[in-house]
């Protein structure tokens, strides 16, 4: 069971403890229907069972069983009661001798069954291919759907659950989810046999069941690439967000062995934005999640790799080759390196707020919450443009979306457009001056306590969703030492490193520092990491562009 092209097919399964009689089966069942469908056989009801919860794993759809009454061990009623828990929906045959047929006929009412066949079935033409024709024809028009290959269960209010479902939508991995408490959940747990006491399941697209899968396990098993091809490379870019996507694009086009180095997902904080409407090319807006699947596929053209899930640890200079070290132990070596680590949203500091992460607390927009927000509150911290892209998107499900501001107003801080369209939707209120002062709930949120700035007044509100979008600390902490930042941990990089008139500590060259180039040669920054950056989309792709063209430049002078 591991050819793609067998996969793809629905299975008729047959089991018959006679081996005789089984290849009868399966070869009478191949002849009519082995072009269409994917016969399986097996000869007890043990290994039946066995080969349906494989299948149940693997996202395969069965679509008849059929099986011998007088099977020792286990007889086809008793495995047909347990084949219904894997798969409730495939059609049920019993083959039976003629002695046998009051046993079949109680057991319509045992298992549901669907239809007896007397042994023998000969000739097939008119006593078995008009059966399973018509039991074809009802499983088809049975509300039956083929599902993702990689499939998830977990619990509702889990924060590893729900990192899960986030780590494989913004990695554009197909995946259908399934709640631990509900009946297939329950057969998935059962076919994986998990106790559920660990969750989430996640199970693969071979079938594999992974119990708490961290990133770098889930990104290996579902197919993302997470280990370079080479040892040594031109360019090394840190950081799979607009600059380092934009980086890795024009590098890899311009001739550079190019590898891309993410830690989570691409596309960084852009990419959990749910609409883009000022970036330049797309009138209608586009959202992050297209963007940026856009941009991977245009990098890998033109030969780019992308790595996911490795975390950096450490930039060292070993000559003229720059060393980035992962958090593994292994390393890649290139001759040049661009920082484009990007920020994150910083955490919410009300107490509360930790222990609710992931169970109604959520950092960035996390969509693949928003159809579980459908006629529901929802509140928003944070006064920028991603606070009212996410504010604009929820605001078509949600009953209400308030807007938690610590600001007078939402000026200044986001763009124009997004505050009028904001003004003009019904369900968003803006409470500004506000601040989020506690979260509270059991297992999952439940209440928040406003705060008033000014008079200091509190409010208790209700409230189960919570997305906040506040500041942005700049990913570089494993740089310290090495590169050098301002006070608040962006990069320093050209101009700002000799404001004096003289080239930073350690500088050898007999040139200053290129324009995003940092205090180590040949190791530059683009996007949001850098200090006094734009802090949008459109200038940190440009950034991306114009440090591959300085990487050019260093190149050509090392």
């Known amino acids: 069971m591991t050819q793609a092209a067998e996969t793809a097919r629905t299975v008729i399964l047959t089991v018959d403890d006679d081996p005789g009689v089984s290849r009868a089966v399966a070869r009478d069942l191949r002849r009519r229907y082995g072009a269409a469908y994917r016969i399986v056989r097996a000869e007890s009801g043990e290994s039946a069972l066995e080969a349906l919860r494989e299948l149940k794993l693997r996202g395969d759809l069965v679509a008849v069983i059929l099986a011998d009454y007088r099977m020792p061990q286990m007889n086809g009623i008793e495995f047909l009661e347990q084949a219904l828990d894997v798969y409730p929906g495939a059609r049920r045959v019993l083959l039976t001798a003629y002695a046998d047929t009051n046993a079949a006929i109680d057991a319509i009412n045992v298992v549901d069954l669907d239809h007896y066949l007397l042994k023998p079935w000969d000739p097939p033409e008119e006593k078995l291919y008009p059966v399973l024709d018509d039991l074809l024809d009802a499983w088809r028009a049975s509300d039956f759907r083929p599902v993702p290959a990689t499939k998830v269960v977990g619990h509702r209010w889990s924060a590893h659950s729900s990192d899960v479902r986030e780590f494989l939508a913004r990695n554009q991995v197909p995946y259908r989810w399934y709640s631990a408490d509900e009946p297939e959940g329950q057969r998935l747990l059962a076919a994986a046999e998990a106790d559920g006491r660990r969750l989430p399941l996640v199970i693969t697209p071979d079938g594999a069941p992974l119990i708490e899968p961290d990133a770098p396990e889930l990104a290996a098993r579902v197919g993302l690439a997470t280990t370079p091809a080479a040892e040594f490379y031109d360019l090394v870019v840190i950081g799979g967000g607009p600059a380092g996507l934009g980086s890795a694009v024009y590098g890899a086009s311009e001739g550079l062995r190019t590898v891309l180095v993410e830690r989570s997902a691409t596309g960084g904080q852009a990419g959990q934005s749910s609409r883009i409407e000022n970036y330049l090319g797309f009138p209608d807006g586009v959202s992050g999640a297209q963007l940026t699947e856009r941009a991977r596929r245009q990098a890998a053209k033109f030969g780019a790799e992308i790595l996911t899930a490795r975390e950096v640890t450490g930039l060292e200079v070993n000559g003229s080759a720059r060393v980035v070290r992962f958090s593994d ?58 606070a009212g892209q996410a504010a604009m998107y929820l605001s078509r499900g949600a009953k209400s979306v308030t807007l938690l501001v610590r600001g007078e107003s939402l000026a200044a801080s986001m763009s124009y457009y997004l505050i009028q369209q904001i003004e003009e939707a019904p369900n968003i209120h803006v409470r500004a001056g506000t601040v989020v002062e506690s979260a509270h709930g059991d297992g999952r949120l439940e209440r928040l306590t406003l705060r008033d700035v000014k008079n200091g007044e509190t409010e208790s509100v209700d409230a189960q969703w919570m997305f906040v979008f506040i500041g942005a600390a700049p990913l570089t902490d494993w740089l310290d030492g090495t590169v050098l930042r301002d006070e608040r941990g962006f990069i320093l990089a050209g101009p700002d490193l000799t404001a004096d008139g003289r080239p930073p500590a350690g500088w050898e060259l007999d040139r200053p520092p290129y324009h995003l180039e940092t205090n180590i040669p040949g190791v530059f920054v683009a996007g949001d990491a850098r200090a006094e950056s734009a802090k949008r989309v459109a200038s940190a792709v440009g950034e991306g562009a114009m440090a591959v063209m300085l990487v050019h430049r260093y190149l050509e002078q090392s």
């Open 329 to 386: 132990g292994s390393a890649v070596a290139a001759h040049s390196v661009i920082l484009a680590t990007g920020v994150s949203y910083r955490q919410l500091a009300a107490p509360g707020c930790d222990d609710l992460t992931g169970c109604g607390v959520f950092y960035g927009s996390a969509l693949t919450e928003a159809a579980s927000c459908q006629d529901q509150d929802v509140y928003i911290v944070g006064g920028a443009n991603s």
